[in-house]
């Protein structure tokens, strides 16, 4: 079934993932599967008015210019409701027609609205005109994102009451994000409802963030992205374009030392899944220039499981993830494939990712110059351990990871200064407050830091270490623990230089250490 409105999509599902992977999920479970995530807070700007937008009404379609996978169906178009939220099912413009009116908490098949985005769904009233709806479609093909901005809207029946916040769909990742600047509450309309969420056309189906589901709250400068689970059906290779003409040379050894370190020989590529399935005619060369301009579909066999390879060209003048990155300095293992860069190992390459060490600062904010009066004009690495601040998860280098120096809990570290000195404290090795496991690592040692052959653990806990994990610096796995024997010491002498990271999992509590390899 398909009309200028929507299509069924049997392929190109996913977002993008976990290192290498990326595209493509078929079965109902991963369409439908939704998590919710906090992320960075972050403001777009957008100055196209929504066309439509009297009280309770759905304004004038918006046109995506590229399609979207939401619950498994395709749009490339979709409606904004005055009250809060993106429709991806076509309505009929004009004033009266959005609901207003819901107690429900989500799912729900009697909730009022289904098959929509809920950015920050309550009764909204903006004709007095003091705020705006707009919207924008920025970045570059074939990442862009379609961005709605509620302005300074009013709450119906509470005039004085405001909400800001705005609202954005990936092109490609297929995941939503909501940005709240600030959300006021009504307490006398409607017992103050709203809720931020998800839900598919029967409403049976649905994620809403914790404390977020249909109530009376408010928020100020919190984000939150709705995202589909991890794939492994595809692997996804993307690689600048130096002359701009859509076509380069891929070399797939980089796919055979990704999908199979053990034996990458082993691993051969085909023009169509047949072959792949038959494994005939294979490519005799590891070469291979796309033959479609920017991106193309080859094949291969891994174990019997038929994976598809995605080759796609990118504009590495383009950035992507608007994080002031280049582009082209986003590969960071240099081999030449930007999609299987991932430090902060969220499904999302650092290429197309504005966090890239997930640690809840932008990478805008964490790429700059240390312009201090006592050191060389550098990147900014805080703690000195040789990892910029824009890939370190703990940048102070106090043992305490950033993302857990969120003392006041809003998912934004950058705004905690406990000592009142104007110095965050994730960037203050000093003040390291408050966190659940900064204690037990007080007891859990590694050594010798560097390590060449050995990588000790004195655990002086009472606990039991689970599980030991080591991360390179891209944050690919490349070795892990399992066996209570094998608990006491990480063999290394494999490795190659660099820098680690070791997770060690003990008492339902997660503890990450950086060590050097010589």
């Not at 990147?379 to 120096?405: A, K, P």
Request: charged share 20%.
């Amino acid at each position: 079934m398909s009309n200028n409105y929507l299509t069924f999509r049997s392929a190109l599902k996913g977002a993008f993932l976990l290192l290498f992977l990326g595209f493509c999920s078929n079965n109902i479970q991963a369409q439908s599967n939704y998590s919710v995530v906090p992320i960075p807070f972050q403001v777009y700007t957008a100055t196209a008015p929504v066309q439509g937008t009297n009280d309770d009404s759905y304004a004038e379609p918006i046109l995506l210019g590229f399609d979207f996978d939401f619950y498994g169906t395709t749009y490339n178009q979709v409606s904004v409701s005055t009250n809060g939220y993106i429709s991806f099912t076509p309505q009929n413009t004009g004033e009266g027609s959005s609901p207003y009116f819901f107690n429900q908490t989500i799912p729900d098949a009697n909730f009022p609205v289904k098959n929509v985005f809920l950015g920050a769904y309550h009764d909204m009233d903006n004709r007095n005109g003091e705020g705006t709806i707009t919207y924008a479609i920025i970045g570059n093909a074939p990442y862009r994102k379609l961005v709605v901005i509620f302005d300074n809207q009013s709450h119906y029946n509470c005039n004085n009451i405001k909400s800001t916040f705005q609202m954005v769909l990936y092109e490609t990742l297929n995941i939503m994000d909501t940005q709240i600047i600030d959300k006021q509450d009504c307490s006398i309309w409607n017992s103050g409802n709203a809720v931020i969420g998800i839900i598919d056309q029967t409403g049976l189906l649905a994620v809403a963030p914790p404390n977020r589901n249909t109530a009376a709250w408010t928020a100020f400068h919190e984000g939150w992205r709705f995202q589909r689970p991890i794939s492994t059906s595809s692997y996804l290779f993307a690689k600048c374009d130096d002359d701009a003409d859509g076509f380069v040379s891929f070399n797939l050894q980089v796919v055979q030392n990704d999908l199979s370190a053990a034996n990458p020989a082993g691993i051969s590529f085909y023009s169509n899944e047949s072959d792949a399935v038959l494994q005939t005619n294979a490519f005799t060369n590891l070469n291979y220039t796309n033959s479609t301009i920017d991106t193309e579909k080859i094949y291969t066999n891994v174990n019997g499981e038929i994976k598809t390879v995605v080759l796609r060209v990118v504009a590495c003048g383009n950035d992507y993830d608007l994080d002031s990155v280049a582009t082209a300095d986003e590969d960071l293992n240099a081999d030449t494939n930007l999609a299987n860069d991932d430090t902060d190992s969220d499904g999302i390459p650092n290429f197309i990712d504005n966090d890239d060490d997930g640690d809840m600062i932008l990478t805008s904010v964490e790429y700059v110059f240390n312009r201090s009066a006592n050191s060389a004009l550098a990147y900014l690495d805080t703690d000195n351990d040789g990892i910029l601040n824009y890939l370190d998860n703990d940048d102070d280098g106090d043992n305490v990871l950033t993302i857990n120096e969120d003392y006041n809990q809003n998912n934004n570290p950058a705004d905690d200064d406990t000592n009142t000195n104007s110095i965050p404290d994730y960037l203050e090795s000093a003040v390291a407050l408050g966190v659940n496991n900064f204690d037990i690592k007080r007891t859990v040692t590694i050594y010798p830091n560097p390590a060449s052959a050995v990588l000790n653990i004195d655990n002086q806990s009472n606990e039991i270490i689970s599980n030991i994990a080591v991360y390179n610096i891209n944050g690919v796995k490349v070795k892990e623990i399992k066996s209570a024997e094998a608990m006491q010491s990480i063999p290394v002498s494999d490795l190659q230089s660099g820098i680690y990271f070791v997770k060690i999992e003990l008492n339902e509590q997660v503890i990450n250490y950086k060590f050097i390899k010589n």
